[in-house]
């Protein structure tokens, strides 16, 4: 199985934390040479001297807000400029959590444009390089909730939702010219988000934020949160060589949580 990435470029969105930060690393473990695009430039210098270049890569970073398309879609025109990339990781933080019906149109919003729109001016700068290169792996880092709402999180049930069916649609335009488009759905996974999403729901339950903890890690069936890098490692998979024929999947990495098919 060849899952080796030398002389691959990847850009990975999100990077300087969390699954992106693993996934970041791990491309750059697999050979490929990575550029790290986040809002925090501090944090990118700090996470860019993390990367491995064991395979003489030059690794860099660019400055961009999610909030503000057009900056990222700027950068990522620079990026495609000076070379070919054939691996995109989205990956942006999830909105605020609530109820559904209580949430202000302008979460609605923001989130789309986060999460929609930033995807969109991401794949039309980057796509026509890998159409000319013939390989191109999207990778879009979503959630578990396209397949099973989750309690609690309306706005980003919602988004999460959108941005995987933009994915589908998107894999079945661009499957003819090497292309692939998939989602990985992480389940409950140790970063600052999740460390939130427990801290609300002690507040919710009137627990402490370890017996929180306690009772949604008895929702898995592996009994444990995953570590980013668990997450990472499957989407280093589907951005090889090794997975030219997975188009258009949400594949689940949650230790089992998620009950539906």
């Keep these: 199985m060849n899952i080796d990435l030398t002389n691959r470029n990847a ?17 750059a473990k697999l050979g490929a040479t990575v550029t790290l695009l986040a809002r925090d430039e501090e944090k990118l210098k700090e996470t860019l001297i993390e990367l491995p270049h064991d395979k003489g890569q030059k690794h860099n970073y660019y400055v961009a807000d999610f909030t503000k398309p057009e900056q990222v879609r700027e950068k990522a025109l620079r990026a495609a400029s000076n070379k070919t990339v054939h691996i ?29 729109i930033c995807n ?11 159409k000319e290169a013939d390989y191109g792996r999207i990778i879009n880092i979503i959630s578990t909730s396209v397949k099973q709402p989750i309690d609690n999180l309306g706005v980003s049930n919602t988004i999460r939702g959108a941005v995987s069916s933009w994915s589908k649609t998107l894999a079945n335009e661009l499957g003819q010219y090497g292309i692939t488009v998939n989602n990985v759905l992480p389940g409950y996974t140790a970063t600052d988000r999740l ?56 594949l689940p990495v949650d230790g089992g949580r998620t009950k539906s098919l």
Excluded: W
């Design 88 to 116: 995109l990781v989205n990956n942006t933080g999830g909105p605020k959590g609530g109820p559904i019906f209580t949430a202000d149109v302008e979460e609605f919003e923001k989130a789309f444009k986060m999460h929609v």
């Design 195 to 250: 460390d939130d999403i427990v801290g609300n729901a002690a507040k919710r339950m009137e627990k402490t934020e370890k017996e929180a903890s306690d009772s949604m890690k008895n929702l898995v069936p592996a009994r444990r949160f995953a570590q980013p890098g668990e997450i990472a490692n499957a989407v280093a998979f589907l951005a090889s060589e090794a997975a030219s024929y997975i188009n258009g999947v949400n």
């Design 120 to 130: 969109q001016v991401l794949v039309q700068a980057l796509v026509p390089g890998m």
């Design 11 to 27: 850009i990975v969105c999100g990077s300087t934390a969390g699954i992106g930060k693993a996934t970041a690393i791990q491309l």
